[in-house]
């Protein structure tokens, strides 16, 4: 059974720092792109940042400069470094993973999501 736990939410106050991770149970699946979206309460869910299994990565523009993502393919984790926080960053965070099953399936996979809340 595929599973994503996520952990390292909470309440920080503005410029203040969080780190978010990931760890996606998924053995057999070949793993392409990790990444965070986020929802706050009454917007749209929104990509904040992805890496791809060489690396490569992507950012919204309002988290540019502020956070980082790294991903750990071997043991199937993602990190998300959120420095310089703003209220306006609060809003639940969720992992997403794109991967490929044996049979070359592509397949997506959403964590439970982790509150993060900032206080100005």
């Known amino acids: 059974q595929v599973q994503l736990v996520e952990s390292g939410g909470g309440l920080a106050q503005a410029g203040g720092s969080l780190r978010l991770s990931c760890a996606a149970s998924l053995s057999s699946f070949t793993i392409n792109t990790m990444g965070w979206y986020r929802q706050a309460l009454g917007k749209q869910r929104e990509l904040v940042a992805t890496?791809?299994?060489?690396?490569?990565?992507n950012f919204a523009d309002s988290v540019k400069g502020r956070f980082t993502i790294s991903g750990d393919n071997a043991k199937k984790m993602v990190y998300l470094q959120m420095n310089s926080l703003k209220p306006e960053d609060t809003a639940v965070y969720y992992c997403?993973?794109?991967?490929?099953?044996?049979?070359?399936?592509?397949?997506?996979?959403w964590g439970q999501g982790t509150q993060v809340t900032v206080s100005p």
């Open positions: 890496i791809t299994r060489a690396g490569s990565t």
């Open positions: 997403r993973v794109e991967c490929n099953n044996s049979w070359g399936t592509r397949l997506v996979y």
